[in-house]
């Protein structure tokens, strides 16, 4: 019995199944706590499966290889181009949206295990295989490694002491506002502008309401 429904599953195309998969991600009870995604996430559903995703591997069955079909989505990836109206010469991918794709890969592979379509998912890892690297000095190259819970738990132990006081307020922005790069570095207003800061360190000082949590600054 089972080999007849894997069988049956194997009929159907990649494209057959992103159809189902986003009926479901678009629906009322899309996301993986069965509430409604947000019209983001919904767009991005739409965008690098939909769309790309369908493009690099839509035609084939899951009786096709696992590598073969890694092998097709890396290669998409990899040569897949900014859709600049008017040049010819469009940029490829920036590696965090290459990365974007491949996750989002994988968490449809995740989709076709819950359709026991596989038993494992076939698109797994291959995030690692556009992990952002760091070109500044100050890490020599290297991957950023994102701070675990622990050693979050140790900066605030720090933070805490009565001479570092003031920097609670920065660290609790830094790690828990969800707060991007670029809205904290800089910009420039217009061409020829002075550069300027979006979020000094003189906007930490002198608040006059303290916190309701730690009674503190």
């Given at each position: 019995?089972?080999?007849?429904?894997?069988?049956?599953?194997?009929?159907?195309?990649?494209?057959q199944?992103?159809?189902k998969?986003l009926?479901?991600k678009?629906?009322a009870?899309?996301?993986?706590?069965?509430?409604?995604?947000?019209?983001g996430?919904?767009?991005?559903?739409?965008?690098?499966v939909?769309?790309?995703?369908?493009?690099?591997?839509g035609e084939a069955?899951?009786v096709?290889?696992?590598?073969?079909?890694?092998?097709?989505?890396?290669?998409?990836?990899?040569?897949?181009?900014?859709?600049q109206?008017?040049k010819?010469?469009?940029?490829?991918?920036?590696?965090?949206?290459?990365?974007?794709?491949?996750?989002?890969?994988?968490?449809?592979?995740?989709?076709?295990?819950?359709?026991?379509?596989?038993?494992?998912?076939?698109?797994?890892g291959?995030?690692?295989?556009?992990?952002s690297?760091?070109?500044?000095?100050?890490?020599?190259?290297?991957e950023?490694?994102i701070?675990?819970?622990?050693?979050?738990?140790?900066?605030?132990?720090?933070?805490?002491?009565p001479e570092h006081?003031?920097?609670?307020?920065y660290?609790?922005?830094?790690?828990?506002?969800g707060l991007?790069s670029?809205?904290?570095?800089?910009?420039?207003k217009?061409?020829?502008?002075?550069?300027?800061?979006?979020?000094?360190w003189?906007?930490?000082?002198?608040?006059?309401?303290k916190?309701?949590?730690?009674?503190?600054v």
């Open positions: 019995y089972e080999g007849t429904k894997l069988l049956s599953k194997n009929r159907l195309t990649f494209s199944y992103i159809d998969c009926k479901e678009k629906g009870h899309g996301s993986e706590t069965n509430e409604e995604l947000g019209d996430s919904k767009e991005e559903w739409e965008r690098l939909g769309l790309y995703l369908r493009k690099w591997i069955k899951p096709e290889g696992r590598k073969t079909l890694q092998k097709r989505i890396i290669d998409g990836i990899n040569f897949t181009r900014n859709a109206r008017g010819r010469n469009a940029k490829p991918w920036a590696q965090r949206t290459k990365k974007a794709a491949a996750v989002k890969a994988s968490e449809f592979g995740k989709w076709l295990v819950g359709e026991e379509v596989y038993e494992s998912n076939p698109f797994e291959l995030a690692k295989e556009f992990r690297k760091s070109k500044g000095k100050e890490t020599g190259g290297k950023v490694v701070l675990t819970v622990e050693q979050v738990k140790k900066v605030f132990e720090v933070a805490s002491r006081a003031k920097t609670i307020p660290f609790s922005l830094l790690f828990f506002g991007r670029e809205e904290a570095a800089g910009y420039k217009r061409k020829g502008e002075k550069f300027q800061r979006r979020l000094s003189e906007q930490f000082e002198g608040w006059k309401s916190s309701k949590v730690t009674g503190g």
